[in-house]
């Protein structure tokens, strides 16, 4: 017993828990995959390192708040994968549906623009480039690359009557870039303008056998 008139020396401070604030720290950074595991990892560690340092640390409810946050997210992670396994497909098929929606639109401006430069180079009549009917100005840059919201277009079976006439038939094909992810069907058309489909995406079955759209 220190003799009377002593002063008491005070003992230091408790220390903030540093495992309790990354744990905290862990919890609110909720937007990094997998953070969540460290904030309930740490939240552990700092409530058992604290009821152990007999008052030198302190930041229980730090700890408890990282804990809290990170238990949080794993709770909602099994319930963010069902919604995105119900909204992701539905996505997909929204964007093939637009996609297809597009290259419909799009043959049937190819042949508008076919039609046109027939009128303008009778001398030669319809023709089988991209880039005749973008040099004519009738159809626009993206197009003239063959390929636009995950289409690929081609002008095929350009040819006269007898061999060395006038082109006066052409065929527009439409199919998708990605099977099944950019789009599913296919499309063609040629100088009559009917725009015809081909359910399972082949461009040569659309000429063949195609239905009319």
């Not at 002593?6 to 953070?35: D, H, M, R, W």
């Not at 408890?64 to 238990?71: M, N, S």
């Not at 963010?80 to 043959?107: F, T, Y």
């Not at 995950?150 to 099977?179: K, M």
Request: proline fraction near 4%; hydrophobic fraction near 45%.
């Amino acid at each position: 017993m220190a003799p009377i008139g002593t002063p008491l020396t005070p003992s230091a401070p408790a220390e903030t828990s540093g495992k309790a604030i990354a744990s905290l720290v862990c919890g609110l950074l909720f937007f990094i995959p997998l953070i969540f595991i460290g904030a309930i990892v740490l939240g552990h560690l700092a409530l058992s390192e604290i009821r152990r340092s007999a008052g030198r640390l302190k930041g229980e409810g730090i700890a408890i708040a990282g804990l809290v946050l990170g238990y949080m997210w794993v709770v909602s992670v099994p319930i963010v994968l069902i919604i995105a396994a119900i909204a992701i497909p539905n996505l997909l098929r929204a964007r093939m549906a637009a996609n297809e929606s597009s290259a419909v639109a799009s043959v049937r401006s190819l042949v508008a623009a076919e039609t046109s430069y027939f009128e303008t180079h009778r001398e030669h009549g319809y023709t089988c480039s991209l880039v005749d009917l973008r040099h004519d100005q009738l159809i626009d840059s993206g197009m003239e690359s063959g390929q636009k919201n995950g289409y690929n277009f081609e002008l095929v079976g350009c040819s006269g009557e007898t061999e060395g006439a006038v082109n006066v038939h052409f065929r527009v094909l439409a199919f998708p870039a990605t099977p099944n992810t950019s789009g599913v069907r296919a499309f063609c058309s040629d100088e009559s303008g009917v725009v015809k489909v081909d359910s399972g995406g082949s461009a040569q079955a659309c000429m063949e056998n195609g239905r009319v759209l």
